[in-house]
């Protein structure tokens, strides 16, 4: 939908948070344009396991990802958000009377009064384990997600990985699915106590075949189609499994994309806390760009929003943006000052268990005995 557009909200991602978001702000009575680099609403759910249940969704014991953008989407219809699906934010502008402008890949042109960054991550990609000749049979026997649980019915799979993924494909798949075969490098899975103990259930009435401690180590197969995985134990010793597909949960590599290319203050490749000033690095004389009335929401471990499901886990959180004086007495701190070298606390001052002290008391026997270790240090909390 390439043109200009005028609205109260532009939300960029249409991932469950963000049709959330839409939700939200529609009940304030705002209106909103939703911007998405996928052809569909969805996010990850969409692209990556629209059939994978989710588990950790209020008031949902087991829900499909699918499931669950249709019911987000169904719950912000009656504020009719305009979709722009299909298309990426390539630039995000000032503009006249405190708004912004983002701007698309296709040419289209977005006028709000405020930015909502419901991007997760940003782009995705999945890990490729280190295999000769592995894009050949990528698309065709080789998958990194499952769109459909239907499509390998009765079919012999290796599944690859031992997070959550992993299991709950496996523990899904071995309902439709011939024999399957889970490879892992340990024995200890990394995913959900709950599904360790289904999976091993499984295992133990032969439904599913642990193989364990194991590494993949080569394909066999012919013009793209799969015949047998051969996998390495820690000792070198070899296996081969016969296999129609092989599945491969290595997790995934996080990219932010042109979002790192518009001058917000980043952590890690994180978006940091950000308030509506610009203030600079006294240490090194940077300048770090600070909109006002741009938010961002999501997953991870910088941010206050919420995800969808067990599948977000480990994903970079974008930090919502908070107005200075909402700021916590630390980051104002931080702001003022900034931060204090690792391991190292403010000179002359010293943190016991009762108080703080200078060292001026402690070396007067201002501290109490019970306050001070054996040595004369004062102890840590």
Avoid at 75 to 83: E, I, K, L, N, T
């Amino acid at each position: 939908m390439a043109g200009q557009h005028s609205t109260d909200i532009a939300i960029i991602g249409a991932g469950p948070v963000g049709l959330f978001a839409v939700f939200e702000a529609g009940m304030l009575g705002l209106r909103c344009h939703v911007i998405d680099a996928l052809d569909a609403l969805g996010g990850q759910c969409a692209a990556l396991y629209p059939e994978k249940p989710i588990y950790d969704i209020p008031a949902y014991p087991e829900i499909g990802a699918q499931s669950l953008v249709e019911r987000l989407a169904e719950q912000a219809a009656p504020f009719a958000p305009v979709y722009h699906l299909g298309e990426q934010v390539v630039a995000l502008e000032e503009a006249a009377g405190k708004r912004w402008c983002a701007r698309t890949s296709a040419g289209t042109a977005i006028d709000a009064k405020a930015v909502v960054i419901a991007a997760g991550g940003g782009s995705f990609a999945p890990n490729r384990p280190p295999l000769h000749g592995l894009s050949a049979y990528e698309g065709k026997s080789v998958f990194y997600a499952v769109t459909r649980r239907q499509d390998f019915a009765g079919k012999r799979l290796v599944i690859a990985g031992g997070g959550d993924s992993a299991l709950d494909w496996a523990l899904a798949l071995a309902e439709v699915a011939g024999p399957i075969a889970l490879v892992h490098r340990r024995e200890k899975f990394r995913g959900a106590p709950e599904s360790v103990a289904r999976l091993k259930a499984l295992a133990q009435r032969g439904r599913i075949e642990l193989v364990v401690p194991c590494q993949l180590a080569a394909l066999e197969g012919e013009d793209g189609r799969l015949s047998a995985v051969l996998v390495k134990t820690l000792k070198g010793e070899e296996r081969r499994l016969p296999a129609d597909a092989l599945l491969l949960f290595y997790g995934l590599a996080m990219k932010l994309g042109p979002l790192a290319r518009w001058g917000f203050a980043l952590e890690r490749d994180q978006i940091g806390s950000v308030f509506p000033t610009d203030h600079s690095d006294e240490r090194d004389g940077s300048h770090a760009r600070q909109p006002p009335a741009v938010h961002a929401r999501g997953p991870g471990p910088h941010g206050d929003g919420g995800g969808a499901g067990d599948h977000h886990r480990g994903a970079p959180r974008l930090a919502r943006c908070r107005p200075r004086h909402m700021a916590g007495r630390r980051e104002r701190r931080r702001l003022r000052e900034g931060p204090c070298p690792a391991g190292r606390r403010p000179a002359g001052l010293f943190r016991t268990r009762r108080r703080r002290i200078t060292k001026g008391e402690r070396d007067e026997g201002a501290v109490r005995d019970h306050d001070v270790e054996e040595g004369g240090r004062p102890r840590r909390l």
